[in-house]
């Protein structure tokens, strides 16, 4: 069994920053490609941000130059630290990762979801 739980999301007015954390735990052998997505009331989730084993990221065009990821391996957490909050920024933020189980095989996971709210 594998979990991924959140933490970090709450309200910040326009212009604040919040830090979110995941952390993996459970059976895992491996942990492949972790990021971020998000969720707005009566809209798709969509990309916020991902981070390969090898460094590579890729963000969403919205929030290049805002957010940045970054994961502890040894630890299995992901952070996404936002600067610049926008209102449009609101919305539940939901933990994703690829993870190898023992004695299992690849299979992607999601956390319960965090809500950031952003006033203006």
């Known amino acids: 069994q594998v979990q991924l739980v959140e933490s970090g999301g709450g309200l910040v007015q326009a212009g604040g920053s919040l830090r979110l954390s995941c952390a993996a735990s459970?059976?895992?052998?491996?942990?492949?490609?972790m990021g971020w997505y998000r969720q707005a009331p009566g809209t798709q989730r969509e990309l916020v941000a991902t981070?390969?084993?090898?460094?590579?990221?890729n963000f969403a065009d919205s929030v290049k130059g805002r957010f940045t990821i970054s994961r502890d391996n040894a630890k299995n957490t992901v952070s996404l630290q936002m600067d610049n909050l926008k209102p449009e920024d609101t919305a539940v933020y939901y933990c994703n990762a690829n993870i190898l189980v023992r004695l299992g095989a690849w299979n992607n996971y999601w956390g319960q979801g965090t809500q950031v709210t952003v006033s203006s």
């Open positions: 459970g059976s895992i052998f491996r942990i492949g490609a």
């Open positions: 981070l390969t084993t090898g460094g590579t990221t």
